[in-house]
């Protein structure tokens, strides 16, 4: 597609229930970002793919938070045993270089918003 | 730490009235500092990347500019569908984005 797309769009999820977040990344691109966005924040990093290997994850708040690309294009973002704190947009981004090259604008996808009850 | 701050937190312009926003930053090795637009429900659009002290970047009505210390990104005679909250991030080499918490602009007709 286009761009980068994400889904589902709205999620609500009751307190203690698992959740998988979808990314579509743009075809051919490297790297696959996902990004936390609390109310009236700046996203904050989660975790970072290039190709199939999960480079970093050095941002997820806990064991609860789980992502996998195994085939170097989608990406799901996995919170297991939700909380009230994990209640935020989830912005999944990409870019057709690695993250080493540096000094890219990436693109993102308009996000999951997360409300956990 | 990498740490980057946005001043002010919201700004109201009328239609025509040019301002600046401001981005504070602190980061060891600066790789490149980004600014990004984001409306209400989408996620963050690409606007610019600076990458070294005194570069200029133009875009319509913006213009971004960077020291060593900050990035100002200038507004000229905005319109309403400037209306937007506008990020700046920073990447210190081999290391992720990190963002600011945004100024809110409003564009009043």
């Known amino acids: 597609g286009a761009g980068v797309s994400q889904s589902p769009r709205y999620k609500v999820a009751k307190r203690g229930q698992d959740v998988a977040l979808r990314c579509d990344p743009i075809?051919?691109?490297?790297?696959l970002f996902w990004y936390q966005q609390a109310l009236g924040q700046g996203p904050e990093f989660l975790t970072y793919?290039?190709?199939?290997?999960?480079?970093?994850k050095s941002g997820l708040p806990s064991d609860r938070f789980f992502a996998e690309r195994p085939e170097g294009s989608v990406s799901t973002l996995k919170i297991q045993r939700t909380q009230q704190e994990d209640s935020a947009v989830y912005l999944c981004?990409?870019?057709?270089?690695?993250?080493?090259?540096?000094?890219?604008?990436?693109?993102f996808g308009s996000g999951t918003r997360l409300t956990v009850v | 730490e990498d740490q980057v701050t946005q001043s002010p937190e919201a700004l109201r312009l009328q239609e025509g009235e040019s301002s600046s926003l401001n981005c504070s930053y602190t980061?060891?090795?600066?790789?490149?500092l980004f600014w990004y637009r984001q409306d209400p429900g989408k996620g963050p659009e690409f606007l610019f990347t600076?990458?070294?002290a005194g570069e200029e970047k133009e875009k319509e009505r913006l213009k971004a500019t960077l020291t060593k210390k900050e990035s100002f990104l200038h507004i000229t005679a905005p319109k309403p569908e400037d209306s937007a909250t506008y990020l700046c991030?920073?990447?210190?080499?081999?290391?992720?984005?990190?963002f600011g918490p945004g100024t809110r602009l409003s564009v009043l007709p």
């Open positions: 075809s051919g691109h490297v790297s």
């Open positions: 600076l990458y070294s």
């Open positions: 980061v060891s090795g600066l790789r490149g």
């Open positions: 991030a920073v990447q210190a080499y081999g290391q992720n984005f990190v």
């Open positions: 981004a990409s870019s057709p270089l690695g993250q080493a090259a540096g000094g890219y604008g990436y693109t």
């Open positions: 793919f290039q190709n199939e290997a999960q480079l970093d």
